[in-house]
């Protein structure tokens, strides 16, 4: 399900394919995201929730924000391929598992790969949430070593979650310095930006691509009513 809480710009194409739900939201100046509600089957989306709720390594990290230490409100784990630089965020460096660590994330790889000719993909963050306190604020997937143009596909299971997707606030050369402020800090000097928002379903995929990651920020809020568990997986090419 797809809401726009905003006016749609007039530069902003909305298409729809019948068969699995599938969306291709055009959100202009070469930002595009892509939903498939359907992607994979009820069951089979059962099936891949419950190997890796119970079989993935889970770890809940401490991470570093605005100077403070705090328990991350999510589990994560991460894969990636051999060879690639080193994942780090907030202060906090994963261990990287290898993919045959995993054999059905291998499988997953493959039909995220089959939806997506021509895409690459090299690494994978995983992360889980287990309730509705566990969240991910507002951010942007636009570290260096994903390139200008990151793709991002994300693969759900489990609980419903709500996804936000907010477009930054157009910065003059005088706004510029602004860059070296952290994101929430740079939210509060905006006063109106465009919005939208995904429930991503059990088995849905959701694609970020071209500069979605330099344009808009994403998160998942908390949600007290969301009491049951969500897996998510967020596929993921690192430049070597």
């Known amino acids: 399900m797809y809401s726009n809480k905003f006016k749609k710009p007039e530069n902003e194409e909305v298409k729809e394919e019948s068969g699995r739900g599938k969306q291709s939201i055009d959100l202009g100046n070469g930002s595009e995201v892509i939903y498939i509600q359907r992607f994979i089957g009820f069951e089979k989306s059962w099936e891949f929730f419950d190997y890796l709720n119970k079989h993935i390594p889970w770890i809940r990290p401490t991470i570093r924000v605005f100077g403070r230490q705090c328990l991350q409100p999510r589990d994560t784990c991460y894969v990636a391929s ?3 630089p080193e994942l780090v965020y907030s202060g906090y460096k994963p ?3 290898s993919w045959d660590d995993f054999p059905p994330i291998k499988d997953l790889l493959d039909m995220v790969l089959e939806a997506l000719p021509g895409s690459k993909f090299n690494s994978l963050l995983l992360n889980r949430y ?9 951010h942007a997937d636009d570290e260096k070593l994903y390139g200008p143009t990151p793709e991002i596909a994300s693969v759900s299971f489990g609980c419903e979650r709500e996804f936000l997707l907010k477009k930054r606030p157009m910065k003059s050369s005088q706004e510029r310095r602004l860059d070296d402020e952290p994101t929430s800090k740079r939210l509060k000097k905006s006063s109106h930006f465009d919005q939208h928002s995904f429930i991503l379903k059990h088995g849905s995929l959701l694609v970020m691509k071209g500069y979605t990651q330099r344009d808009w920020l994403h998160s998942v809020p908390k949600r007290a009513k969301a009491e049951a568990t969500r897996i ?9």
């Open 95 to 97: 261990h990287a598992y």
């Open 82 to 84: 051999p060879g690639l």
């Open 130 to 138: 287990k309730g509705g306190n566990d969240n991910v604020g507002w």
């Open 232 to 240: 998510n997986l967020t596929f993921r090419h690192v430049v070597v």
